[in-house]
């Protein structure tokens, strides 16, 4: 069966730190991998997709970036954080078309910056 | 702007009532809705609906999309204190490339 795996669980940082969350998938290949932040209160915003290794797509711009060097690994990345970048960080994946196909979410990674 | 919008923000009701929850959208392109559950972390998915009219049926959960109109609801019956979650929906819609976008969920409290 297919899990998705985040960490860290829960990340206070600086502002002005920087930042790797991690995003792995066991048990499906090639799979879509997507994204999000939840700010409190707030909806999910969808942050980067990639359908493949070093294919991502960005839909907010900001002074985030992600990266996929392996076929299931998604890395969300900052050089500095901001304050506003607080959230609740869920990373997500599917299999074939992405925009037809049901996503399964990670536990999320819960990121506060002071 | 391409928008949804869910609708309550949030509500409490007893055990066993039911309960409808709204959500609307405005996109170029629509290709299809999705409903997804929210309690402690990550959302779980509920339904998808492409087509209108149609509905689609989990227990006591249910959904219909109306393409015309431009919305969707979920329905929950004879709610459980286990139905407390906060409710998104979220719409697939572009051209070439598609995009998703979520609303800003409904926040159900079932108390016993």
């Known amino acids: 069966s297919q899990t998705i795996h985040q960490w860290p669980a829960t990340l206070v940082q600086p502002v002005g730190s920087p930042l790797s969350l991690e995003c792995t998938v066991e048990g499906t290949s090639n799979p879509n991998l997507y994204w999000y932040r939840q700010a409190a209160g707030r909806g999910l915003q969808l942050l980067f997709y990639s359908i493949g290794i070093d294919q991502i797509s960005s839909e907010v711009p900001q002074n985030l970036s992600a990266s996929r060097p392996q076929d299931r690994q998604f890395i969300l990345s900052s050089k500095k954080l901001l304050l506003s970048d607080s959230g609740f960080y869920l990373c997500?994946?599917?299999?074939?078309?992405?925009?037809?196909?049901?996503?399964?979410f990670g536990p999320g990674t819960r990121l506060t910056v002071l | 702007e391409d928008k949804v919008v869910q609708s309550p923000l949030s509500l409490v009701v007893h055990e066993g009532d039911t309960v409808t929850l709204n959500c609307s959208y405005e996109?170029?392109?629509?290709?299809?809705l999705l409903w997804y559950k929210q309690e402690k972390k990550a959302p779980t998915f509920l339904f998808m609906l492409t087509s209108s009219g149609i509905e689609k049926k989990s227990g006591r959960l249910s959904s219909i999309l109306d393409k015309k109109e431009l919305f969707s609801i979920l329905n929950i019956t004879a709610t459980q204190t286990g139905d407390s979650a906060i409710y998104l929906c979220?719409?697939?819609?572009?051209?070439?490339?598609?995009?998703?976008?979520f609303g800003t969920g409904t926040l159900l409290a079932v108390q016993p």
């Open positions: 979220a719409v697939v819609y572009g051209g070439a490339t598609n995009k998703l976008i």
């Open positions: 996109v170029t392109n629509f290709r299809s």
């Open positions: 997500a994946w599917s299999v074939g078309q992405p925009a037809y196909n049901e996503q399964f």
